[in-house]
């Protein structure tokens, strides 16, 4: 028994003392809920002189992936507190000084931050008959630091001012220096114009700000608080970037229907890699503007470039696989209805391409009230969201994937039915039914290309959206209109034939590229292995795809061809 006792007291000596040697080695245990930001108190100067006004600062050293938080914290955190505690008389502190912030997205919300470190300074105003000699300086910090979850932090902050005949510069100066020149311009951009894009929509109203800055330079609008207003206004954007301003769409809340007429704040401007910041105040103009901001040469350029753009690409839809097939046999069928009469075919092809443009226009209808339904400025709003790139992402490569014939997109068998029986009729009954009959006969070649032409439309005016889809109707319609007054050109149409399908597949190759394209900035937004795990994703969906197409698609085609015999 007592050999027992004996082993046991030498175990548990030789396990305390194993432990001690860890402890010792590991150094003391940290405690994981407590603030990990480290804060201090700095004098500027090693000597101030009455009179004059001299800078103290808190110095916030956060670790890395931490940050805190700017004066207007955004969507959530709170920003840094100091309060005075016995400041000796004769000594006034004045309001803390800001310098510019970053802009942080987490989840969806917007925040104004700091990384790695800060330096809030705040001015000191010397009486100037207060005595030469030390004086104690003492306050409270509080603040918030967050990464993924966030702490709380407080600290007793000390430090020594020295009173004496002259100002002498102290060891903190260049430390100093370096933050003063962050803090924003006051005398630059005092003002900058804005302007209303609509009326109130259920207690919200967009604002876009013009912001003289445009391309190669990042602008962001970072506003003050808006506590204690009848309104708020939202942390997050879209930007239109013309070549010399950039438009800064926000939205506006007020539930008492007050709208303010000047909102300040800074304006961030990140141009070849260093960063600017602009104290400045939005002036907000009286006329309600159709589209954002005033209408400048380049955006009038801008629009034009769309509708150009719009009816090339419905010009070029006329030689893919399912639409070119197509041309031939319209045009030869109105002839036949009025052999008679030329005037007869230039009306049946001009009713036939109205049927083309209301199509076109329904559908214009659509990404209006899309758009309206969902408040939406644009697509560049959204693409802030990582779940909204995954879906564009998915869209973009079964597009491509579409265009290399892995699977088609067709559509329903009741609805193009429907339409044959309206379009077989004669007369221009007929031919209008008959443009749109092959405006959705054209659906398989006509959907990648409406995708990317639905994505700038979005980003317009509903004047402007209507206007592309008319244009990209326009392409698509023109060649029926001009072979209706000139039925003779038929002989120059190019012969359908298996290079249609090939051009196709030419057309998948851009779509894939922006594909990855959108993969480079989405991927991150899942994390360090996003881009790894959004690519495997992919692969899964090209599987399904080709699956659904060869197993499903095709095998569906095989099995209606008639039976042969041999």
Same mark, same amino acid.
């Given at each position: 028994?007592?050999?027992l006792?004996l082993?046991f007291?030498?175990l548990?000596?030789?396990?305390?003392?194993?432990?001690d040697e860890?402890?010792?080695?590991?150094?003391?245990?940290?405690?994981d809920?407590?603030?990990?930001t480290?804060?201090?108190?700095?004098?500027e100067?090693a000597?101030?002189?009455?009179?004059?006004t001299?800078?103290?600062g808190?110095?916030?050293?956060m670790?890395?992936?931490w940050?805190?938080?700017?004066?207007?914290?955004?969507?959530s955190?709170?920003s840094?507190?100091?309060?005075?505690?016995n400041?000796?008389e004769?000594?006034?502190a004045?309001?803390?000084?800001?310098p510019?912030?970053?802009k942080v997205?987490?989840?969806?919300m917007?925040?104004?931050?700091y990384?790695?470190?800060?330096?809030?300074?705040?001015?000191?105003?010397?009486?100037?008959?207060?005595?030469?000699?030390?004086?104690?300086l003492? $306050?409270? +910090?509080?603040?918030?630091e967050? &990464?993924?979850?966030?702490?709380? @932090?407080?600290?007793? /902050? %000390?430090a #020594?001012l020295?009173v004496?005949?002259?100002?002498?510069?102290?060891?903190?100066?260049e430390?100093?220096?370096?933050w003063?020149?962050k803090?924003?311009d006051?005398?630059?951009?005092?003002?900058?114009?804005?302007?209303?894009?609509?009326?109130p929509?259920e207690?919200?109203?967009e604002?876009?700000?013009?912001?003289?800055?445009g391309?190669?330079a990042v602008?962001a609008?970072?506003?003050?608080?808006?506590?204690?207003?009848a309104?708020s206004?939202s942390?997050?954007?879209?930007q239109?970037i013309e070549?010399?301003?950039?438009?800064?769409?926000?939205?506006?809340?007020?539930?008492?229907?007050e709208?303010?007429?000047?909102?300040?704040?800074?304006?961030?401007?990140e141009?070849? $890699?260093? +960063?600017?910041?602009?104290?400045? &105040?939005?002036?907000?103009?009286d @006329?309600?503007?159709? /589209? %954002?901001? #005033?209408?400048?040469?380049?955006?009038?350029?801008?629009i034009?470039?769309?509708?150009?753009?719009a009816?090339?690409?419905?010009l070029?839809l006329?030689?893919?696989?399912?639409?070119?097939?197509?041309?031939?046999?319209?045009?030869?069928?109105?002839?036949?209805?009025?052999?008679?009469?030329?005037?007869?075919?230039r009306?049946?092809?001009l009713?036939?391409?109205?049927g083309?443009?209301?199509?076109f226009?329904?559908?214009?209808?659509?990404?209006i009230s899309a758009?309206?339904?969902?408040?939406?400025?644009?697509?560049?709003?959204?693409?802030?969201?990582p779940?909204?790139n995954?879906?564009?992402?998915l869209?973009?490569?079964?597009?491509?994937?579409?265009?290399?014939g892995?699977?088609? +997109?067709?559509?329903?068998?009741?609805?193009?039915t429907?339409?044959?029986?309206?379009?077989?009729?004669?007369?221009?009954?007929?031919a209008?039914?008959?443009g749109?009959?092959?405006?959705?006969?054209?659906?398989?070649?006509?959907?990648?290309?409406l995708?990317g032409?639905?994505g700038?439309?979005l980003?317009q005016g509903?004047?402007?959206i209507?206007?592309a889809?008319?244009?990209?109707a326009?392409?698509?319609a023109s060649?029926?209109v001009?072979l209706?007054?000139?039925?003779?050109?038929?002989?120059?149409?190019p012969?359908?034939?298996?290079w249609m399908?090939?051009?196709?597949?030419?057309?998948?190759?851009?779509?894939?590229?922006?594909?990855?394209?959108?993969?480079?900035?989405?991927g991150?937004?899942f994390?360090?292995a996003?881009?790894?795990?959004?690519?495997?994703?992919l692969?899964?969906?090209?599987?399904?795809?080709?699956?659904?197409?060869e197993?499903?698609?095709?095998?569906?085609?095989?099995?209606?061809?008639?039976?042969?015999?041999?």
């Amino acid at each position: 028994m007592k050999r027992l006792l004996l082993s046991f007291l030498f175990l548990t000596a030789g396990a305390l003392q194993g432990q001690d040697e860890l402890g010792s080695l590991l150094g003391p245990p940290e405690d994981d809920f407590s603030a990990k930001t480290k804060v201090d108190l700095l004098v500027e100067s090693a000597e101030a002189k009455p009179g004059t006004t001299v800078m103290v600062g808190l110095h916030l050293r956060m670790p890395d992936h931490w940050h805190t938080y700017w004066q207007n914290p955004g969507d959530s955190g709170d920003s840094t507190k100091m309060t005075w505690e016995n400041l000796p008389e004769g000594i006034t502190a004045g309001a803390m000084q800001w310098p510019v912030p970053e802009k942080v997205e987490w989840l969806e919300m917007f925040t104004y931050a700091y990384h790695h470190d800060v330096l809030l300074m705040i001015p000191l105003t010397l009486s100037a008959d207060l005595k030469p000699g030390e004086y104690q300086l003492n $306050g409270k +910090v509080v603040w918030l630091e967050c &990464e993924e979850s966030c702490l709380p @932090g407080d600290k007793q /902050v %000390a430090a #020594t001012l020295v009173v004496g005949e002259d100002t002498k510069p102290g060891p903190n100066r260049e430390l100093f220096e370096t933050w003063r020149e962050k803090l924003p311009d006051t005398k630059v951009l005092p003002a900058i114009p804005a302007s209303w894009t609509g009326k109130p929509v259920e207690g919200k109203r967009e604002i876009a700000i013009e912001a003289p800055f445009g391309k190669g330079a990042v602008v962001a609008f970072i506003p003050d608080s808006a506590k204690d207003k009848a309104w708020s206004i939202s942390h997050d954007s879209v930007q239109v970037i013309e070549m010399k301003q950039t438009l800064i769409r926000k939205t506006v809340e007020s539930e008492q229907g007050e709208w303010p007429a000047v909102i300040s704040g800074v304006l961030r401007v990140e141009l070849d $890699g260093a +960063v600017q910041g602009y104290r400045t &105040e939005v002036q907000i103009g009286d @006329g309600e503007e159709t /589209v %954002a901001g #005033t209408v400048t040469a380049e955006s009038v350029q801008s629009i034009w470039l769309i509708l150009g753009g719009a009816f090339l690409g419905g010009l070029i839809l006329n030689i893919m696989p399912c639409v070119l097939p197509v041309i031939s046999l319209k045009i030869l069928g109105f002839v036949q209805q009025s052999q008679e009469s030329p005037e007869r075919v230039r009306k049946l092809g001009l009713t036939y391409a109205l049927g083309v443009w209301a199509s076109f226009l329904a559908l214009a209808g659509v990404l209006i009230s899309a758009k309206n339904s969902t408040q939406m400025a644009s697509w560049g709003m959204q693409m802030q969201s990582p779940y909204f790139n995954l879906v564009l992402l998915l869209v973009v490569v079964l597009v491509a994937l579409n265009l290399f014939g892995v699977f088609e +997109v067709t559509l329903g068998g009741s609805t193009m039915t429907k339409a044959s029986e309206l379009s077989s009729r004669e007369g221009f009954m007929g031919a209008f039914f008959n443009g749109v009959l092959a405006t959705a006969l054209a659906t398989p070649c006509t959907a990648p290309f409406l995708a990317g032409a639905m994505g700038v439309a979005l980003t317009q005016g509903q004047g402007t959206i209507i206007a592309a889809m008319s244009a990209v109707a326009f392409g698509l319609a023109s060649p029926y209109v001009i072979l209706s007054f000139r039925p003779d050109w038929l002989k120059f149409l190019p012969k359908p034939g298996d290079w249609m399908v090939q051009f196709k597949m030419i057309m998948g190759f851009p779509m894939l590229a922006a594909g990855i394209w959108i993969l480079s900035f989405t991927g991150p937004m899942f994390g360090k292995a996003g881009v790894l795990w959004l690519g495997v994703l992919l692969v899964f969906v090209a599987l399904a795809a080709w699956v659904f197409g060869e197993f499903k698609q095709r095998a569906a085609s095989m099995s209606l061809r008639p039976l042969v015999a041999c």
